[in-house]
């Protein structure tokens, strides 16, 4: 269990998830931007699927 990071901007959040339900989670989205993710320091979109 890791902890993942959904939305961002000013609706940053994040949730504890197993990798089931990362797979589960981009399965069920089909925006990219809408995946859980882990944060990066690396810009512009600091690890967020765009």
Same mark, same amino acid.
């Given at each position: 269990?890791?902890?993942? %990071?959904?939305?961002? =901007?000013?609706?940053? &959040? =994040? ?11 981009? #399965? %069920? ?12 320091? #690396?810009?512009?979109?600091? &690890? #967020?699927?765009?």
């Amino acid at each position: 269990m890791r902890f993942y %990071a959904v939305n961002g =901007g000013n609706d940053l &959040g =994040g949730l504890y998830l197993t990798e089931e339900e990362v797979d589960a989670a981009r #399965q %069920a989205l089909s925006s990219k931007s809408d995946w859980p993710y882990i944060p990066t320091l #690396q810009g512009p979109h600091y &690890g #967020q699927f765009c």
